[in-house]
Antibody, heavy 120, light 110 residues
Framework: EVQLVESGGGSVQPGESLRLSCAAS????????MHWVRQAPGRGLVWVSR????????SYADSVKGRFTISRDNAKNTLHLQMNSLRVEDTAVYYC?????????????WGQGTLVTVSS | QLVLTQSPSASASLGASVKLTCTLS???????IAWHQQQPERGPRYLMK???????TRGDGIPDRFSGSSSGAERYLTISSLQSEDEADYYC????????FGGGTKLTVL
C-alpha cells in the first residue's frame, strides 16, 4: 500500500524557516517524481514544487521561487521541502504527492497533509 | 497560458447522477487531466486520469460509479448512483510548464 506521511508543520513568524518531510513507503520511491501541493484555509489546491526521480531536476511556482527548496533522500525514501523567509500568505496545508506519467504528468497519490501557519 | 476552469458548485439528489465539467484554456484541448476528490476535512484523493479521447484510468479502489469523458476542450467527471459520501470538492489537474489545478467544484448531494 502506498503511503505518504508528512511532518514538520507548525506555527512560525514571518521571515522564519521550516523544513517539511514526507516519508514514503509501499512503492519504489526512487523511481517516481514527487511534488508538493498546498491549500490555504478555505481555498483550492495550488502546485508548489516538483523534483525528478534522482533529485537532479527541480522546479517551483513563482510564488515560492528563491525561498523554497525541494530535495529528496532516496536511500531513506524521504522527500523534503525547506521553506525560508516565510510569509503570511504561505499559511496552508502542505501535501506530499506522488506523480505518475502516462502521456502527461498527474498526481496519483496524496499524503494527509501538514499545516504550516505563518503569523505574527 | 494553461488554465483549468470549473464551476464553483453543483448539486444533485441522492441516487441520481451528476456530470462535472473542467474546461481547458484555448490551445490546450489535447491535454489529459486528472480528477481528484476532497471530502470535508480530509486530504484529496486521486480519482482518475482522463485523456482527450475519453479513455480513463481510475485509481486504486475507486468504484466504477465514477467515470470520465471528453469533448473538445471539456473534460467531464460523471458520478452515478450518488451517495452521501460523494458530497465533496472535486478538482481537475494537469501539467504544462508547471502544475495546474482548477478552482474546484463543490458538490452537494441533496
Amino acid at each position: 500500500e502506498v503511503q505518504l506521511v508528512e511532518s514538520g508543520g507548525g506555527s512560525v513568524q514571518p521571515g522564519e524557516s521550516l523544513r517539511l518531510s514526507c516519508a514514503a513507503s509501499g512503492f519504489s520511491f526512487s523511481s517516481y517524481w514527487m511534488h508538493w501541493v498546498r491549500q490555504a484555509p478555505g481555498r483550492g489546491l495550488v502546485w508548489v514544487s516538483r523534483i525528478n526521480s534522482d533529485g537532479s531536476t527541480t522546479s517551483y511556482a513563482d510564488s515560492v521561487k528563491g525561498r523554497f527548496t525541494i530535495s529528496r533522500d532516496n536511500a531513506k525514501n524521504t522527500l523534503h521541502l525547506q521553506m525560508n523567509s516565510l510569509r503570511v500568505e504561505d499559511t496552508a496545508v502542505y501535501y506530499c504527492t506522488r506523480v505518475a506519467y502516462s502521456s502527461s504528468w498527474y498526481v496519483d497519490y496524496w499524503g494527509q497533509g501538514t499545516l504550516v501557519t505563518v503569523s505574527s | 497560458q494553461l488554465v483549468l476552469t470549473q464551476s464553483p458548485s453543483a448539486s444533485a439528489s441522492l441516487g441520481a447522477s451528476v456530470k462535472l465539467t473542467c474546461t481547458l484554456s484555448s490551445g490546450h484541448s489535447s491535454y489529459s487531466i486528472a480528477w481528484h476528490q476532497q471530502q470535508p476535512e480530509r486530504g484529496p484523493r486521486y480519482l482518475m486520469k482522463l485523456n482527450s479521447d475519453g479513455s480513463h484510468t481510475r485509481g486504486d479502489g475507486i468504484p466504477d460509479r465514477f467515470s470520465g469523458s471528453s469533448s473538445g476542450a471539456e473534460r467531464y467527471l460523471t458520478i452515478s448512483s450518488l451517495q452521501s459520501e460523494d458530497e465533496a470538492d472535486y478538482y481537475c489537474q494537469t501539467w504544462g510548464t508547471a502544475g495546474v489545478f482548477g478552482g474546484g467544484t463543490k458538490l452537494t448531494v441533496l
